[in-house]
Nanobody, 123 residues
C-alpha cells in the first residue's frame, strides 16, 4: 500500500489550498480514508475523515465550515479542500487509510499513512 500526498505549500492567511492523496497497491473503494495533521511540538490530530462511499464524514472542530473532504473511488484518491486558512493550520498534513468501510476519528485506527505534505500559512 502506498499513499502519495500532494498540494501543500505556502499560502497567506485567508487563502486556500487543495490537498490530494493518491493510493496505490490495491483497490480502496471499501476503505475509509482521512487527513490528519501534525504541527511542530504537537501530537498528530484529526482533520477530516470519510467513509468508504463518501456519505459519512467527520471533521475536527477547527476544520468545520472551512475544510471539505471528498474522495474519488474510481481514481483511488482522497482530497481536502481547505479554505479561509489560518496560521494555526500550519502543519504537516498526512493522508491515511483504514481497512474498514467505516471512518473513525482515532488516528490509531488508520494503519496506512502517506509521507505528509507541508502546509504553511503566513499571517
Amino acid at each position: 500500500v502506498q499513499l502519495q500526498a500532494s498540494g501543500g505549500g505556502l499560502v497567506q492567511a485567508g487563502g486556500s489550498l487543495r490537498l490530494s492523496c493518491a493510493a496505490s497497491g490495491r483497490t480502496f473503494s471499501n476503505y475509509a480514508m482521512g487527513w490528519f495533521r501534525q504541527a511542530p511540538g504537537k501530537e498528530r490530530e484529526l482533520v477530516a475523515v470519510i467513509n468508504y462511499n463518501g456519505d459519512t464524514t467527520y471533521y475536527a472542530d477547527s476544520a468545520k465550515g472551512r475544510f471539505a473532504i471528498s474522495r474519488d473511488n474510481a481514481k483511488n484518491t482522497v482530497s481536502l479542500q481547505m479554505n479561509s486558512l489560518k496560521p494555526e493550520d500550519t502543519a504537516v498534513y498526512y493522508c491515511a487509510i483504514r481497512p474498514s468501510p467505516a471512518a473513525t476519528i482515532a488516528a490509531g485506527q488508520y494503519p496506512f499513512w502517506g509521507q505528509g505534505t507541508q502546509v504553511t500559512v503566513s499571517s
